[in-house]
């Protein structure tokens, strides 16, 4: 299983991203699956994710903001960001669970993305 995430760029307060993960090895469905991202100092957080039973979880300053969402056809996953703040600013990682025998979480190499003027 890989995960390939992309769309990460330089963008101004207030503007717009929209990430994108796709998957490869394995075809993903209802898994467990989002995004994390790693701000400059500080610790790994949860950004955005589907929940076991296809429900969503955000990070509270994520709320109203951004929306995550997938495309099974395209076995990929998306994040868009709008209303981007300066404190956004990080590294991108995306993530999904899969079960074979055992659970495992694989990453993708993750994307940045900067908020700045």
């Known amino acids: 299983v890989q995960l390939q995430a992309s769309g990460g760029g330089l963008v101004h307060p207030g503007g717009s991203l929209r990430l994108s993960c796709v998957a490869s090895g394995f075809t993903f469905s209802n898994n467990v699956m989002g995004w994390y991202r790693q701000a400059p100092g500080k610790q790994r957080e949860l950004v955005a994710g589907?929940?076991?039973?296809?429900?969503?979880n955000y990070l509270d300053s994520a709320k109203g903001r951004f929306a995550i969402s997938r495309d099974n056809a395209r076995n990929t996953m998306y994040l868009q960001m709008n209303s981007l703040k300066p404190e956004d600013t990080g590294i991108y990682f995306c993530?999904?669970?899969?079960?074979?025998?055992?659970?495992?979480?694989?990453w993708g190499q993750g994307t940045l993305v900067t908020v700045s003027s």
């Open positions: 993530y999904l669970d899969v079960r074979i025998g055992s659970l495992n979480r694989y």
């Open positions: 589907f929940t076991t039973g296809g429900g969503t």
